[in-house]
T-cell receptor, first 112, second 113 residues
Framework: DSGVTQTPKHLITATGQRVTLRCSPRSGDLSVYWYQQSLDQGLQFLIQYYNGEERAKGNILERFSAQQFPDLHSELNLSSLELGDSALYFC???????????FGEGSWLTVV | GENVEQHPSTLSVQEGDSAVIKCTYSDSASNYFPWYKQELGKRPQLIIDIRSNVGEKKDQRIAVTLNKTAKHFSLHITETQPEDSAVYFCAASKNTGFQKLVFGTGTRLLVSP
């Protein structure tokens, strides 16, 4: 167990819908990262937050948005969903003084 | 920005053989290089990492080497076992405090009994 908690574990939704994925980082970690992994693909960096502020942005679609709240949990919002958005979405966290990031178990999103 | 290339994309070995996975990075300022193992449908798990002030690091059957001049680093697994079968990702980042890990494309390792 990495200490990073993600919910829901599985989600099936229809095209055009909107979903929210939630992440609680490890205790004490201020940084949260979101990654997308499509079937048999690598880890695509989406976005990073540090202590509530956006710090880095990757290949995140405009239909996607994220935020980190004062209690440090984060949410990734995916809207106007398309079939191609079906993927495993990972949240990860780290503290400022260490490079090591730890992944949650992921949220499986299936768009039908 | 940083770009990490990883080879090979697939690697098949017999149990007991050694396996080597190689990565190159583009940003000479990168100084942290972790390796993650991901089993099917599960989260990537850190297995070993190395920082730029070290050339080699070993942990039981796995070792990582770093050549900063050539900007490449490698994962070595000795005496492979079937449970080593997984996808392995290398990554690189700069120690800026707000580091962004850039991952390689992954290597699928299959260890046959």
């Amino acid at each position: 167990d990495s200490g990073v908690t993600q919910t829901p574990k599985h989600l099936i939704t229809a095209t055009g819908q909107r979903v929210t994925l939630r992440c609680s980082p490890r205790s004490g970690d201020l940084s949260v990262y979101w990654y997308q992994q499509s079937l048999d693909q690598g880890l695509q960096f989406l976005i990073q937050y540090y202590n509530g502020e956006e710090r880095a942005k990757g290949n995140i679609l405009e239909r996607f948005s994220a935020q980190q709240f004062p209690d440090l949990h984060s949410e990734l919002n995916l809207s106007s969903l398309e079939l191609g958005d079906s993927a495993l979405y990972f949240c990860a966290s780290s503290d400022r003084d260490r490079n090591t990031i730890y992944f949650g178990e992921g949220s499986w999103l299936t768009v039908v | 920005g940083e770009n990490v290339e990883q080879h090979p994309s697939t690697l098949s070995v017999q149990e007991g053989d050694s396996a080597v996975i190689k990565c190159t990075y583009s940003d000479s300022a990168s100084n942290y290089f972790p390796w993650y193992k991901q089993e099917l449908g599960k989260r990537p798990q850190l297995i070993i990492d190395i920082r730029s002030n070290v050339g080699e690091k070993k942990d039981q059957r796995i070792a990582v080497t770093l050549n900063k001049t050539a900007k490449h680093f490698s994962l070595h697994i000795t005496e492979t076992q079937p449970e080593d079968s997984a996808v392995y990702f290398c990554a690189a980042s700069k120690n800026t405090g707000f580091q962004k890990l850039v991952f390689g494309t992954g290597t699928r390792l299959l260890v046959s009994p």
